[in-house]
């Protein structure tokens, strides 16, 4: 089984300035997807950034990017110039590849508050 | 547009009466989940359905029910409901050959008294 495990519970940046967000996971699959996903207060989950395992080069959003370190089994965020906006809690999940059900289905992590200041 | 719909999006019910949330997606998607979330935890997922009338388990799939009789809806029933259900209740789908990304509803906040 995957487990998805985020060590940052809360964390706080100023605004305009740089936050990363921390990932691990476990698995033994070879093929995989990650992902961030955004949850503001109006609660809906917005996908921020993905990475497909099989792909060296680190996925590249906007402000968003990630640092995929697949030997280590980390997939850490990194939100530049920071937005009052990007408050939110954030939440990274896992997804084997494959078409089967279970292949199909996220595990999260606990989830990281992000508190955006002036 | 787009979109996953859940109905309703807030409820408040007590111990034992049946409720059902209702999901439905307009992307003609094979694959439609639930998950719940409670602080702490994130989401797990409760059931899935891979296509009509194809539906398994999950990972806390005790006390709730699903059903896929049309490609469009799947709505989770809680036969019995206790306060231990109380949560924050999600319906996602996504196209099967696709692995891009799982649409989310909106969310239900369920409170069982």
């Known amino acids: 089984a995957q487990t998805v495990t985020q060590s940052q519970p809360e964390m706080s940046v100023q605004e305009a300035e740089t936050v990363t967000l921390s990932c691990t996971y476990d698995?033994?699959?070879?093929?995989?997807?990650l992902f961030w996903y955004k949850q503001p207060p109006s609660r809906q989950m917005i996908l921020v950034i993905r990475q497909e395992a099989y792909k060296q080069q680190n996925a590249t959003e906007n402000r968003f990017s990630v640092n995929f370190q697949k030997a280590a089994k980390s997939f850490s965020l990194k939100i530049s110039d920071s937005q009052l906006g990007d408050t939110a809690m954030y939440f990274c999940?896992?997804?084997?590849?494959?078409?089967?059900?279970?292949?199909?289905?996220?595990?999260f992590g606990t989830g990281t508050r992000l508190q955006v200041t002036l | 547009e787009a979109q996953v719909t859940q109905n309703p999006r807030y409820l408040i019910t007590v111990t034992g009466k049946k409720l059902t949330v209702t999901c439905s997606q307009n992307?003609?998607?094979?694959?439609m989940s639930w998950y719940r979330q409670d602080p702490g935890l994130g989401l797990r997922q409760i059931y899935y359905?891979?296509?009509?009338?194809?539906?398994d388990k999950g990972d806390v799939p005790e006390g709730y029910k699903v059903s896929r009789k049309e490609k469009r809806n799947f709505p989770l029933i809680l036969e019995s409901p206790s306060p231990n259900q109380t949560s924050l209740y999600f319906c996602?789908?996504?196209?099967?050959?696709?692995?891009?990304?799982?649409?989310f509803g909106p969310g239900t906040r369920l409170t069982v008294l």
């Open positions: 359905s891979m296509n009509v009338e194809v539906t």
């Open positions: 992307m003609n998607h094979e694959y």
């Open positions: 996602a789908s996504r196209r099967q050959s696709s692995y891009n990304e799982q649409f």
């Open positions: 698995t033994s699959e070879n093929n995989y997807y």
């Open positions: 999940a896992f997804m084997k590849h494959g078409n089967t059900g279970t292949a199909s289905k996220l595990t």
